[in-house]
């Protein structure tokens, strides 16, 4: 079955740097686009970053291009964000999951995986 095992989270102060990674299963990695989402306490989740299938388009939140990059290793279906810079409004659980295409040849449903928690203190 699909599953997605986010880590690489943790706490880290204003200005350090993480570096998120993501592993998934049960299908073609390949195949999609990959999102990274993350939510805050008390917020609803909010996509942070986007790359195609073959990694050569990528697109990211305004608050935070060029802080963070996403990258993908489609041999060994890993999925990664960079995040640099790091400030407090980053405080969440960060997800990934795989595009809206993967969503509609799923019926709709959603595989979200338990998430990595990256915290900032101000």
């Known amino acids: 079955q699909v599953q997605l095992v986010e880590s690489g989270g943790g706490l880290v102060h204003p200005g350090g740097s993480l570096r998120l990674s993501c592993t998934a299963s049960?299908?073609?990695?390949?195949?999609?686009?990959m999102y990274w989402y993350r939510q805050a306490p008390g917020k609803e989740r909010e996509m942070v970053a986007l790359?195609?299938?073959?990694?050569?388009?990528?697109d990211y939140a305004d608050s935070v291009k060029g802080r963070f990059t996403i990258s993908r290793d489609n041999d060994n279906n890993m999925l990664f964000l960079q995040m640099n810079n790091l400030k407090p409004e980053d405080t969440a659980v960060y997800y990934c999951?795989?595009?809206?295409?993967?969503?509609?040849?799923?019926?709709?449903?959603?595989?979200w995986g338990q998430g990595t928690q990256v915290t900032v203190p101000s």
């Open positions: 999951h795989p595009d809206e295409v993967f969503v509609a040849r799923n019926s709709g449903a959603h595989f």
């Open positions: 790359i195609s299938s073959a990694g050569s388009r990528k």
């Open positions: 049960g299908f073609t990695f390949g195949f999609y686009a």
